[in-house]
């Protein structure tokens, strides 16, 4: 276990030196840290809906408050310069800025634009992500991402947002994670709106990749010089439990509907034909798809947000038609395995070496596109000692190891540009509730009293020395 402590330095058998002007910078969303939900003409949002369902969020939580954010941003912002943070990872709420989804709120606007002049005056670069899973009610009542109009209605969104602040903001994602949105919203509904619809989740998916491109469109159009549109995609690279031509076949369908289902199309390769074969019998994608489509959607983007935690282990199941365990649309005749090794307080395998491979292999699949890495991180059980310190060893050396694979990718050619730690606040983790903690920074919720964590102290050494310790 690593503790966070400057003398890692001097224990450490050498630095790995990361590339001139990386950057670094740590990850926020709007509905696990703003809170203020009816402040600022703020319109209800799936997920102000989803966490008022009964059973739905442990502990019955709610994004009602989190971690205050909306009130509170020119302290965090005051704790982001303080740890020398070069970036900030943040998500508009669509809600927020059209409470209905379509009627501008010139409030939210000047919420985000007071944010974003915070960041700058302190020199932190925006990080804009426009859509991370807070939909407007108003849009899911239409329909939401099973509506084709919803694609539009994010276009127009995301043409507000930029007039708004394109004068100011540089980074623009336009989505973050379409998979969550629409695999874990309309087909298992663990997420808001809660469907539990396979055909519904691949339609949800294909519109959310549309919204992609068609905002893209839109953000070029009126882009500046020098700003950079993305897209952040969630990998989790699947690890066969065997080596025959059925443990290849249980991993090529997992990483297929997993990963490249949203990756290629975005690359201009379309929807993998294996993929389209796997869910043919599931429906919803198919009669979606319309003549433009897949152009739209592979308007090129300037780098591509990678976010990961870790692998998942598969293995076949005798029947290849055999439902998975899995609930992910048309996966079948393969099964999800027990996680292995050092685990988080998530449960999640703690395998730095497949966020190298990962890179690696984006490197390769999608030509040297840039990447950052968007979200990395990992949620252990944090407390206060007596000293008033969180000592968090365990977080410290799961950034440590995984800092050291991104420097592996790019001694391996890869085209990694930064790295934003998941996150900057301890906050609303979904499902789970506050019960997740990921931050860098403790919150108590009950004060809404910031603290750094060792692991803050040792990220911010790491972007200070623009290194990490090679190892001790
Ligand atoms: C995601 C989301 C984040 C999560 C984080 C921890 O990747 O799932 O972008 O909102 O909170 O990843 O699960």
Redesign the pocket.
Known sequence: MLDGKPEIWGQATGVLNFPQRFLWGA???SY?VEGGVTEGGRGPSIWDVFTGLPGKIQDGATGEVACDHFHRYPEDVTIMADLGLPAYRFSVSWSRVMPDGKTVSQQGLDHYRRLVDELRGRDIEPVLTLY??DLPQALEDEGGWRSRETADHFAAYAATVHQALGDRVNQWTTI??PF?AAFLGYGSGIHAPGHTDPAAALTAAHHLLLAHGKAMRELRAQSAPGQEFSL?L?FSPALADGHGPEHAEAARKFDGIHNRFFLDPVLGKGYPDDVLADVAHVGGLESAIQDGDLATISAPIDWLGV?Y?APTRVAPLDDPHAPSNCPLPGLRGMDVLPPRGRLTA?GWEQTPGSLTELLRWLNWHTGGLPLIV??N?A?FEDSVDPDDRIHDPDRVTYLAEHLRAVHAAIDGGADVRGYLV??LLD????S?GYS?R?GIVHVDFETQRRRLKDSALFYRDVIARNAVPAGV
């Open positions: 990850s926020t969303a696990q991370h899973w973050n994670e969550c952040a969630n976010n935690y998530f968007a979200e991180g949620a998941w996150s906050n609303f983790e979904w789970m997740k990921f």
